[in-house]
């Protein structure tokens, strides 16, 4: 689409950067919650708790990051620190013979997860006009999920090669973190911005309470919109639920990334040209028509109808949400603002993977995933309530 054109180089190789740390994280993360439930005998609660713990781990480290990031007026350092430190927590996956190993790699890559993430939203937002912002947060995502899809099919090729080798597979994982941390450091430009010399002037703690009442609002559509999505291990829960072998096991994940990265960059042209509002409308109406199918339809037609409806409903959401909070956050504080919605999402997260592990324990799949699409079908009558007229709310999604 013609907007691509004009999106700035460094939107393009943060896009690849986030394609290749993805290709490492979700190669991991399509065999991790087999590897925790079949090798470690894990049970489904606690793989939702870890995996909550984890993105709540990772939203702390934006809060604090994306401050630093602002005081400082620099998003490169921090940038590469946090790709870095999930780089480096690669081997320790392969390296772990027990569940405390296992949780240790997975808090540590999430808080690199957590640096890196407010300071590169923020750099997008520095680097491109506000015009383009939808299309710009649509393309990084689309090649971010790339990688989401390729991860699992090299997950596939080598559990094939490998003969099911879980920990042998996880190796493969180090190589292209590592190549996302060289890409960074050759490719990735900051614009210079003009840094205060009075400490004062500084942005402070306590500019996190001044954000503007607009984004306030959308951290309560956002913290909604994270609890009504149960965590994606509970996707591949199902499918060894429902005996699928484990060769094929990935493929619930690919499903769901191939249609999330066909869907990301489309839906920031169309939120530039039509409004954010319908998008997140349109998103939530599919997460709904996702965990709805989980849960009432048997056998793989559900699982496979529910991944490719789960990867709409991100393609649709995930831009739109970055690009309303780089609208609404003022520049100085925008970083902060960018952590702020992350660690709201991140907590809300938690919650909603402890629930569902809860429940998916205790009354089994179809439960856990009806309770998300209830969630899914509150988050969307408070979105459709807020959008009518030419109010506060409806401004705050506008592009």
Known sequence: MEPSRNIPRTVWVLGGVSLFMDMSSELIHAVLPVYMTAVLGLSALAVGIVEGIAEATASISKVLSGYVSDRFARRKP??????????????????????????????????????????????????TPPGLRDAAYGLRQALDTVGAFVGPLLAMLFLWLWADDLRAVLWVAVVPALVAVALIVAGVEEPEVARPHDRSARIRLASVAALPPAFWRLIVLAALFALARIPEAFLVLRAQELALPVLWIPMVMIAMSAVY????????????????????????????????????????LGLWVGAGLWGLHMGLSQGGLSAAVAAVAPPASRATAFGVFHFVTGVFQLASGAVAGWLWLRFGSAVAFGTGAAWALLAL???????????????????
């Open 261 to 300: 990265s066909v869907a990301a960059y489309p839906a920031g042209v169309l939120a530039a040209r039509f409004g954010r509002g319908a998008l997140l409308a349109a998103s939530l109406a599919t997460l709904v028509a996702a965990q709805g199918a989980l849960a009432a339809w048997p056998g793989s």
């Open 78 to 127: 921090l940038v590469l620190l946090g790709y870095g430190l999930s780089a480096l927590t690669k081997p320790m996956f392969p390296l772990a013979d027990g569940a405390i190993g296992v949780v240790a790699a997975r808090f540590a890559d999430r808080v690199g997860k957590g640096i890196r993430g407010a300071p590169r939203d923020a750099l997008v937002a520095d680097v």
């Open 381 to 399: 009558v408070t979105l459709a309530t807020a959008l009518p007229g030419a109010g506060a709310a409806s401004s705050d999604l506008r592009p």
